[in-house]
């Protein structure tokens, strides 16, 4: 018989919800609490939703002072976690990296490190990298800090 | 006792549909909501780890998702007792920082770090 992987109602407890285990994993009988066995369980409570994803154009200037992006979105009561990620010459790259960038007149730097500053307010995103080859990932969770 | 999983009607929208312990989810604010899988919004689908050198990763997509990096780096400080990962991310990337290039529109992904890293790609897809 095949393993049982989606439960959808009354557990062997008498609680009503959805599970998920992980192949090899017995959905009704295998011990719930361990994480390397179930890939969901509506039990769990510290899940993180998502409030907007989106890419978005770095603004072309000067290096040295960069415009600011502004990410709007509806309003949080509390200043969100967020996450963002450059794109640049087809690679998707950590938040901290090592690339090239190009102002606005067209001139391209050496490689150097380059981080992604950005503030985050209850309705905004405000990001500050200028480069007119990259574009940005940012994930906005419904999270505070 | 309260509804907790509603998988079809909600109001007007359908879709399947999770409530956190004692809370309806039937009459439930979206917000409340553990699983609400009929908004429009992401859900993370995978999360890894991907060690050090060229990694190639199945994604089975057939665009480019969303895929976040974050490169591990080992500190170890013996003024301040700690050993252990550290975030943000390396400030010597210039050897060492991660990159994801996503292959045949989402169908794979090649991670190349030279710390090893950690990814998370989202369920949406920005090409």
Known sequence: MSTRRVLIGKDLAGVFGLKVSLPGFDVLTDDENDANKFSFNSKWTDLVKVHLVGTINAPVNNFSNPPVTQVPYSVLPYRPFVEIRPIRDGLIRDDWTYMRRTDGTGTTSNLQTVGVPFSTYSNVLNIELSDSNTKLIYVILKAGV | ?127
């Open chain 2, 1 to 127: 006792m309260v509804k907790r999983v509603i998988i079809g009607k909600r109001g007007t929208d359908y879709g399947l549909f999770i409530s956190p312990p004692g809370v309806d989810a039937d009459t439930a604010s979206p917000d409340q909501l553990l699983v609400n899988l009929t908004l429009a919004v992401s859900q993370i689908v995978m999360i890894g780890i991907a060690p050090v050198g060229s990694n190639v990763v199945p994604l089975g997509f057939t665009r480019s998702p969303y895929v976040l990096l974050n490169t591990f780096q080992v500190l170890n400080n013996v003024s301040y007792s700690f050993a252990g990962r550290v975030r943000p991310s390396p400030f010597d990337v210039e050897a060492s920082g991660a990159t994801a290039t996503i292959n045949s529109n989402g169908l794979s992904m090649t991670v190349n770090s030279g710390l090893g890293c950690g990814f998370t790609v989202l369920n949406q897809a920005y090409t």
